[in-house]
């Protein structure tokens, strides 16, 4: 009980010289200190951001169920379509340097690549990726575009008006697949159209709360049409065919934000 007495005494000694230096320090020199100490705080948070995002390599691939992810992850990862496979019901997750740059010599930097489900109840893993992802490619089956515009367009309005996507300003590819088919819609024809669908998202949204309760963040440009172009994160639009093995517009992405 003494030791701990002697400690109390002790530190009060210590708080009354602390406080009685304070007092001797001019203003002036005293705010000028707390600046510098608070301007070297923020500079210190800000390059430890900094260093983690650039050191991230892990690239998401979502969309909705059957926009053909899980063939392009098979694609990327080493050349095959597995046409066979079944709907992702777990996340097909794996790190690589990607196919085409198996024959390129010299060391290259691996892919962490994530292919989230794209059924609506599994959609929750995709929350639990974003904080470390580099970038994201939003697959939309170019074939069947039309039927699953309203939901591909919902799934991607909640990506971008995602807190993490936001803040961290994640590039967006969205990525047009199976434009192999004769039939196939075109990447200009699906980007307007889901600008259309997402300008009438955010109307219907802001219209029942001035905060939207399912997202972190509005979008777009007040007063002005919706445009991919209004978002803090670049998104760009390309095409692909995860059967026929066209993806060298998304690996161009890929490498775009994970140097090799």
Known sequence: MENLEDLKILAEQWSHQGIEYLQKIPPSQLYAAIGVLLFTTILLFLSIRLVTRTKSNTVLLSGLTGSGKTVLFYQ??????????VTSMEPNEGTFVLHSEN????????????????HSRLRPKLEEFLPQAAAIVFVVDALEFLPN?????????????N?????????????????????????EFI?????????????????VSTADIANDFTIGIEGQVFSFSHCCNKVTVAESSGLTGETAEIQ???????KP
């Not at 990327?76 to 496979?85: A, E, F, I």
């Not at 024959?103 to 794209?118: A, E």
């Not at 161009?252 to 994970?258: L, P, S, V």
Request: glycine share 4%; proline share 3%.
């Open 163 to 187: 807190a993490n996507v936001v803040k961290n300003k994640i590039p967006v590819l969205l990525c047009c697949n199976k434009t192999d088919k004769l039939t196939a819609h075109t990447k």
């Open 252 to 258: 161009d992405f890929i490498r775009e934000y994970i």
């Open 103 to 118: 024959t390129k010599k010299g060391k290259i930097k691996p892919v962490h690549l994530v292919d989230v489900p794209g």
């Open 76 to 85: 990327l990862r080493d050349g095959s379509s597995h046409q066979g496979t």
């Open 149 to 161: 515009c309203r939901a591909a367009s919902e799934y991607l309005y909640d990506i971008l008006t």
């Open 191 to 207: 980007r307007k159209q889901m600008e259309k669908e997402i300008e009438k998202l955010r109307a219907s949204r802001s219209a």
